[in-house]
């Protein structure tokens, strides 16, 4: 079990640790639905430091990147970051990642944490164009500090203005005492704020300042299971639930970021099922009664016919009802559709709605 550079003061802090992708991580502090809260209203930290990051560079930094993720990372200038995913032979997904545009001819991806073996050797197998690779993860920490009162509260910590900093851009600038932090505001939450990619030997003091800088806005530290709840009310994908190696970006609401301007792993057969079209699609739906949906449960039609699964669900603490994300069959996936969740040996009513859930 590897800990992050800040482990021992998630346990000094009374966190519960739990294991999460070969990691000791907090996975709350005072429990679930007021370090939501906490997001939601005023300003929370997250330690994600098990997050993977790969460097790129090169010449063909670009060729490489282009030939294996689905967006067009062509457009980016420096200070961009941009949101893909790495795909399969078969269409599927073998992660979703974030890539920044450090300089000219050099990237940073940001990759799941479950994932940071799997991609390394999935792009460096395929790294025929002599692309310079180097695995950073290691030695990088990552704070995710979220909410509305993120920037207010940590402006006295940089020279630079933090309200300045548009969605998917980024610095590289001054923070808490340290040169040459990446400042980013790529949030997996819904309420602003932005991270920080420092080196572990500065991540302590980091930490400790943002606390100090934060304490009379209410800042508390957050850990995995609220920053689940919170993605969840947004409808952002969590690799290993709703995308895997099995599920096509197309299925998966993720056509977007999957551009035929160019070719990559799959296209051609993605480009075919765009054509031909999808059998099955991932939904968001909101429970009508009471009940909890979980991953894994069934979808039902109005007949008890399965129709397809659960990915992801949980009780919205914000909405307070049950709120969830599921793959069905694409006849079943028209919005305000009525499905049922069969949870146990009850089909508890629900449907499907536009995301993201949770309305500011």
Not at 29 to 46: I, Q
Not at 219 to 230: E, Q, S, W, Y
Not at 346 to 357: E, G, R, T, Y
Request: charge should be negative; hydrophobic fraction near 40%.
């Amino acid at each position: 079990m590897k800990n992050t550079a800040l482990s021992h003061i998630h346990e000094q802090l009374g966190a519960k640790m739990l294991p999460f992708a070969g990691y000791n991580m907090p996975i709350t502090y005072e429990g679930v639905n007021a370090e939501h809260e906490t997001v939601r209203n005023a300003v929370g930290v997250f330690d994600v430091s098990h997050m993977g990051e790969f460097l790129v560079s090169g010449p063909n930094a670009l060729d490489l990147i282009q030939k294996l993720c689905s967006n067009d990372a062509s457009v980016l200038t420096v200070g961009k970051a941009q949101y893909s995913c790495l795909t399969n032979e078969n269409g599927g997904i073998v992660d979703d990642l974030i890539i920044y545009k450090i300089k000219e001819e050099q990237y940073l991806l940001v990759v799941n944490a479950s994932n940071i073996e799997k991609d390394w050797n999935w792009i460096s197998q395929r790294n025929d164009v002599g692309a310079e690779l180097k695995n950073i993860s290691e030695d990088y920490s990552l704070l995710a500090i979220q909410g509305p009162k993120a920037v207010e509260a940590m402006q006295s910590l940089s020279s630079i203005d933090l309200s300045a900093i548009k969605y998917y851009h980024f610095e590289v600038a001054d923070f808490a005492g340290i040169e040459h932090v990446i400042i980013s505001a790529t949030g997996y939450t819904g309420s602003g704020g932005f991270e920080i990619y420092c080196k572990n030997s500065e991540v302590e003091q980091i930490w400790t300042k943002v606390f100090e800088a934060g304490a009379s806005y209410g800042i508390k530290p957050i850990g995995l299971a609220a920053r689940d709840t919170l993605r969840l009310e947004m409808g952002f994908s969590l690799y290993g639930n709703d995308i895997d190696d099995t599920t096509s970006p197309l299925e998966s609401g993720l056509g977007w970021i999957t551009k035929f301007t160019k070719e990559f792993t799959a296209s051609d057969l993605l480009k075919k099922q765009k054509e031909e079209g999808i059998k099955r699609k991932l939904v968001a739906f909101e429970l009508t009664e009471r009940g909890v949906p979980r991953q894994g449960y069934e979808i039902v039609d109005g007949n008890g016919n399965i129709i397809g699964n659960v990915t992801s669900g949980t009780m919205s603490p914000s909405m307070n009802k049950g709120i969830g994300l599921g793959y069905v069959t694409i006849e079943n996936s028209a919005l305000d559709s009525e499905i049922f969740i069969r949870i146990r040996k009850n089909d508890v009513a629900a449907k499907i709605v536009k995301l993201p859930f949770y309305k500011k």
